[in-house]
């Protein structure tokens, strides 16, 4: 099992930052890949940015340029940070942190419990 714990969203001003992170906890050698997700109301679930085990990432198109994720290992947790910059209102939803682990011939995603991030004036 692996735990997730985020924090770091809140409101902020359109062309404002934050950054969000999240701590990866338990069985943390099966983890592969973590990222961000998002949820906007009335939408799905979407990809922000995921980093690999060996730092190759990958990000959406509309955030492309403005978001920033990295990762920080140590020996026994994992943290992931997504830096916002030039926040747009489109960007506010709830941030999820997800770590894609596998284990043998399973794969399976765990997800933290979300955090709200709001851009408005």
């Known amino acids: 099992q692996v735990r997730l714990v985020e924090s770091g969203g809140g409101l902020v001003q359109p062309g404002g930052s934050l950054t969000l992170s999240c701590a990866a906890s338990?069985?943390?050698?099966?983890?592969?890949?973590m990222g961000w997700y998002r949820q906007a109301p009335g939408k799905e679930r979407e990809m922000v940015a995921t980093?690999?085990?060996?730092?190759?990432?990958?990000?959406a198109l509309p955030v492309k340029g403005r978001f920033t994720i990295s990762r920080e290992n140590a020996r026994n947790t994992v943290s992931v940070q997504l830096n916002m910059n030039n926040l747009l209102p489109d960007d506010t939803a709830v941030y999820y942190c997800?770590?894609?682990?596998?284990?043998?011939?399973?794969?399976?995603?765990?997800w933290g419990q979300g955090t709200q991030v709001t851009v408005s004036s």
């Open positions: 980093i690999g085990n060996y730092g190759t990432t990958n990000y």
């Open positions: 997800n770590a894609f682990v596998t284990v043998l011939a399973d794969a399976h995603d765990w």
């Open positions: 338990g069985d943390i050698h099966t983890i592969r890949i």
